[in-house]
């Protein structure tokens, strides 16, 4: 293998110096095609070749072609013509010039060459960085998740270990749908492809008419994922409490952009609505009501819910 890679980096060399060669070739060409138009400025035609050398190879075949074009202008295009020799300081100041001009080129180009690869060289470990950091926060997630499980077994009361394993599906539910989100090729066509996929994934086998009307342009990435958490968290409870039990039969999620550039999100179904009255709420569905709380709390909105006919919940926010 070391030797396969070897001989790949031997080969890659020899095509830099070729491509090196062939453009001071190229640039030769051209001063001599054209002639006396460049003969008050004789090394114009090597400079791209310089350069281009310099950013395709490496300084080093930059520094080859700075060589080869103040050779061959010394000897083609500086008087006496055809040869070596210096005819006055004219000459000489003319060919220093010429040196030290290509050289900065060259310190330049392979100056900004290094800066490219080591901010991408930077990207590319933040990026590493990240991926790495969403799957630990998704295994711990994961890890809380059984945790709770496991408390449930040792708990006597019934509605105690209702509300465990109601927190535990919902951990371990998010924690799927986090390493999901978190990934920002997800939002690359927009948040409705997100929710439409999403809730298809949430309602299946379930008859459930599904119907968005997503507004605004691109949010930041950590809106689209609270947005995406807030209507899963209030599909679910729809699908828990309004269409297995059949009490209901369609889903609607809004997102529209309001005066002075605020945002409304709403959720809502065809289902009997929450119930009015001071009767306590199951525990998975206060549950359910805190987590979108806590949810609308990190867009900087507060969770209203209306009531009858369905139940309707809307968040507005800024746009961030």
């Excluded at 005819?87 to 000489?92: D, L, Q, W, Y």
């Excluded at 090729?185 to 379930?206: C, I, K, M, S």
């Excluded at 006919?309 to 926010?317: N, Y």
Aim: with cysteine; charged share 20%; hydrophobic share 50%.
């Amino acid at each position: 293998m070391s030797h396969l890679s070897s001989l790949t980096r031997r080969g890659l060399a020899a095509r830099c110096w070729a491509v090196s060669l062939a453009l001071f070739a190229a640039s030769l060409g051209a001063r001599f095609a054209l002639g006396d138009l460049l003969a008050s400025i004789p090394f114009l035609t090597f400079f791209p070749a310089i350069v281009g050398s310099t950013l395709l190879c490496g300084w080093r075949p930059g520094a080859l072609v700075l060589g080869l074009s103040a050779l061959a202008a010394w000897y083609f295009f500086l008087p006496p013509f055809w040869s070596f020799e210096l005819s006055g300081p004219e000459t000489v100041a003319s060919l220093l010039g010429f040196l030290l001009v290509g050289g900065l080129d060259v310190l330049l180009v392979a100056a900004l060459v290094e800066v490219i690869r080591r901010l991408e060289v930077a990207r590319r470990t933040q990026e590493a960085l990240f991926h790495e950091l969403q799957h630990r926060v998704g295994n711990n997630m994961q890890f809380v998740a059984s945790m709770l499980r496991l408390a449930r077994r040792d708990v006597a009361d019934a509605s105690a270990a209702e509300v465990l394993e109601q927190a535990a599906a919902r951990i371990a539910a998010m924690a799927r749908l986090h390493r999901r989100l978190q990934d920002p090729a997800t939002y690359a066509h927009g948040l409705e492809p997100v929710l439409r996929d999403v809730l298809a994934d949430l309602f299946q086998g379930v008859p459930v008419d599904v119907r968005l009307d997503i507004r605004p342009g691109p949010l930041p990435m950590q809106q689209m994922t609270a947005v995406v958490l807030l209507v899963t968290e209030a599909a679910s409870n729809a699908l828990k409490h309004v269409f297995r039990p059949e009490r209901g039969t369609l889903f609607e999620v809004e997102l529209r952009e309001q005066a002075g550039g605020r945002l409304l999100l709403t959720m809502r179904d065809d289902g009997p609505g929450i119930d009015p009255a001071p009767t306590p709420a199951p525990a998975g569905q206060r549950l359910g009501m805190h987590i979108m709380q806590a949810l609308a709390g990190q867009l900087g909105g507060t969770l209203q819910v209306g009531v009858r006919p369905g139940t309707t919940l809307a968040i507005e926010f800024a746009r961030a």
